[in-house]
């Protein structure tokens, strides 16, 4: 098959996925977006790839790290961005799109492109972005907010039924694409996985820990976006449960708004133990988990369902045990409790974080048994090959039989169901 897998966020399991289809001997184009403020997978090409795999980083404004959060900017850049992708498409001429992590605009110019041009359209639902979009336009823009949130979900709706096929990352998303108008028989369910073969386990002392002087140091280690999902706050509080303790460090890998504010805390409040730094390559990784004694996982009440944050699957290939406050119905806190790679608190349960905390901190045991438990749960499931099949299966449907869009693709008119 000819197939164009586009992954905006360019994170490490989607372009494993690429690979090891272009392996089997697919035409893989694989893009993504350039310049993100975001963690990235292995975006260049190796020497093992395979000469059926094209790597392609389409660019982004340079400015758009700085102007993120500046809507109306930041939706003129996504949608130059949608634009640049629909022409992409038009050069390569796929048989199949699927597209994740994608903002709503640029998702849906994907969907009308591959319309035109008789190419089966896959969404790969790792988030609803209408939904996230509504939040924020509410705390934004309190007088048209509600507005901006109902035409984003139109939009987003609109996309959905332009899709062959609809691949989501747990069954709590399933309900959500009913209220959209999506039958079941249109979704896929294949949970997220983590490069288990790109993330090896690597001995606690290792040069990334020597190079930071974390040897011999217990360490709370926090990687990933900071972003509206998340609250810095927890980490902050962290650190200043553990200022007493000099054998304590609390290492904060992340860059923007939260990262910065953490930084600010760290100079106004004397949190000599706590280190924020930029984010790291993904070849550095496997030393930087392995440094952890304790991974921490944060995300926001209102997202929890549909948000599962896919660091706590990367967590899970470095055999350490995990610490999160997030809400307990997410898909990440359940695997967590479920196979006892480690504990979980309610994103406003700071007492019991801490507490938490102080558990892992004090108790060997404890961390030596969640950390078995974190490993042995990767390699049950993050097989690639299992996973590859699976989505070959559901590109094969996707060729076989497609349905027509309720509406008609060069205009925004809905008509009659």
Known sequence: MRLLIHDYAGHPFQIQLSRELARRGHSVVHAFAGGLLTP?????????????LELIEVPMDPNYRREK?????????????GKDLANLIREK????????????EPQLEIARTCQKLNTRFIVWVQDFYSLAVTRLAQKKLPVIGNLVGWWYRLLEKRTFRLASRIVVITGDFVPILKNFGIPSEEVVIIPNWAPLNELPQRPRENPWSTARDLNGKFTFLYSGTLAMKHNPDILRRLAVA????????????????????????????????????????FSAVPNINATADVLVAILESDSGIFSVPSKVLTYLCAGRPIL?????????????TACRAGLCVEPADTEGFVQAAHHFRENQ???QGCSAASRAYAEENFDVTRIANRFEDCFKTSLAQTREPIYHPATLTILSE
Do not use: H, W
Not at 324 to 336: C, Q, T, V, Y
């Open 365 to 367: 045991l404890a961390r």
């Open 242 to 281: 553990f200022l007493p303790d000099p054998q304590v460090r609390v290492i904060v890998i992340s860059e923007g708004p939260g990262a910065d504010y953490l930084a600010k805390c760290k100079e106004s409040e004397y949190l000599t133990n706590l280190d924020i730094l930029p984010f790291q390559p």
């Open 93 to 104: 001429r796929p048989e199949i799109v699927i597209s994740a992590n994608t903002p709503t």
């Open 69 to 81: 959060y500046r809507f109306f900017r930041r939706r003129q850049m996504e949608l130059k961005y």
């Open 40 to 52: 990235r997978g292995n975006l260049q090409r190796q020497p093992d790839d395979s000469e059926q």
């Open 324 to 336: 999160a406050a997030m809400p307990s119905g997410n898909l990440a806190a359940r695997i967590i």
